[in-house]
Each structure stands twice: as structure tokens, then as C-alpha cells.
């Protein structure tokens, strides 16, 4: 059993670069989202996807792009990477009820030069 | 909006000790429920324990337990019997699309 599946684990950018950060899920669950982490720190939320078909803005959510491609796949891009985005990314995936918690993916290591 | 706040940000204990990690919250959400994970040096992000807004006793997991006091909004993890492996980051958090804490460094002494 997979769980949350994240691709890349690790991706050098140079500063204007694009890409696109992918993620799936296998446990059919309605809600997905992105996290960022810097160091030292919390996670903190980019956007998140409560059910197939909607997004929203989460605490940090400029810079970003996301799709919530189908139930099983929500991906987030950036347009134009900055240094400031140099991050440790999670996925993360829940039923989307309050009494369940979120499972995590593995994260991407982005290092934007 | 919410609001986690952590403000340990490092403890020490020694081996098969208990310890207490605390957290305050604010939220405008009349119900809510409160997590807590586990991040090793790996990186991965491990759930560990749950309480639920209006549950009416505080739930326990093992040997991770948590004193909900819901009036001062607090939602304390106690460890008991600590483990060389409960070395970690441990994060507080509030919401459907959660909201973190900042995060207490544990470190168990043999």
C-alpha cells in the first residue's frame, strides 16, 4: 500500500525556472494538500483541495499554481522559481472530516540557485 | 484563522522518563480537532495521537497521551516511559487543512 506518493524527492532549479511538483494518493481520499517547510520550522500551508474539483488559497500561496487532476492526483507548480522557494514540499491527503488525521508523502527537497 | 503556538522549541529528558510538549491554540471554528506528529531526522511526517473539540475524555495512544484542556485551549503531548527513538520534532496542530506549530526538538538521554 503506497499511501501518498510524491515526485521528485529532490530538484535543483535555477532562479526563473518552471516545474511542476506531482502527487498521488491511493487511499481515496476527498482531500489533498500542499505544505511547505523551511528550516527550523512548521509545516505551513500552500493550498489545499478539500474534494475533486476545488482548490483553495492556503497561508502561502503566492508563487504557486495547483490541479487537482482527478481524486487520486493533486500537483503544484511553479511558474518562475525564486530563491525564497528553496523548501522541503509535502503532500498530504485526509478523508476531510475533522476526527482524521493526514497522512504525508515522503517530500521534495527544491533548491532554487 | 488559526493558530498554533509551541514554545519549547528544544527538551531534554532522560530515557523511560515522561515528558510534557506544549501547545496552545486559537481557533474560530466552534468544532475542530487537534493532531500531533512525530518528525524524525528522516523527515517523514508520522501521526501520532488525536483529540477531538468535544470529546470528553483525552485520548491516549500507547504511551502518547494528551491533557485537552479545552477552556485555556491547550492540547499538551505527554510521552511516558521515553525511548532513545521518540528523538524527534514534535508538531501541534489544529484543523481540517492543519495549521503547525512551530515545533519542539525532543532529545531522550540515555
Known amino acids: 500500500n503506497a499511501g501518498v506518493t510524491q515526485t521528485p524527492k529532490f530538484q535543483v532549479l535555477k532562479t526563473g525556472q518552471s516545474m511542476t511538483l506531482q502527487c498521488a494518493q491511493d487511499?481515496?481520499?476527498?482531500?489533498m494538500y500542499w505544505y511547505r517547510q523551511d528550516p527550523g520550522m512548521g509545516l505551513r500551508l500552500i493550498y489545499y483541495?478539500?474534494?475533486?474539483?476545488?482548490?483553495d488559497k492556503g497561508e502561502v500561496p503566492n508563487g504557486y499554481n495547483v490541479s487537482r487532476l482527478n481524486k487520486r492526483e493533486f500537483s503544484l507548480r511553479l511558474e518562475s522559481a525564486a530563491p525564497s522557494q528553496t523548501s522541503v514540499y509535502f503532500c498530504?491527503?485526509?478523508?476531510?472530516?475533522?476526527?482524521?488525521?493526514?497522512?504525508f508523502g515522503q517530500g521534495t527537497r527544491l533548491t532554487v540557485v | 484563522a488559526q493558530k498554533i503556538t509551541q514554545t519549547q522549541p528544544g527538551m531534554f529528558v532522560q530515557e523511560k522518563e515522561a515528558v510534557t510538549l506544549d501547545c496552545t491554540y486559537d481557533?474560530?471554528?466552534?468544532?475542530?480537532?487537534l493532531f500531533w506528529y512525530k518528525q524524525p531526522s528522516s523527515g517523514e511526517m508520522i501521526f501520532l495521537i488525536y483529540?477531538?473539540?468535544?470529546?470528553?475524555q483525552n485520548a491516549t495512544e500507547g504511551r502518547y497521551s494528551l491533557n485537552f484542556q479545552k477552556a485555556r485551549k491547550s492540547a499538551n503531548l505527554v510521552i511516558s516511559a521515553s525511548q532513545l527513538g521518540d528523538s524527534a520534532m514534535y508538531f501541534c496542530?489544529?484543523?481540517?487543512?492543519?495549521?503547525f506549530g512551530s515545533g519542539t526538538r525532543l532529545q531522550v538521554q540515555p
Open positions: 498530504a491527503s485526509s478523508e476531510g472530516s475533522l476526527n482524521t488525521e493526514a497522512f
Open positions: 487511499m481515496n481520499h476527498n482531500s
Open positions: 483541495s478539500a474534494s475533486e474539483g476545488t482548490t
Open positions: 481557533t474560530s471554528d466552534p468544532s475542530y480537532g
Open positions: 483529540q477531538g473539540s468535544y470529546d470528553q
Open positions: 496542530a489544529v484543523g481540517r487543512a492543519l495549521t
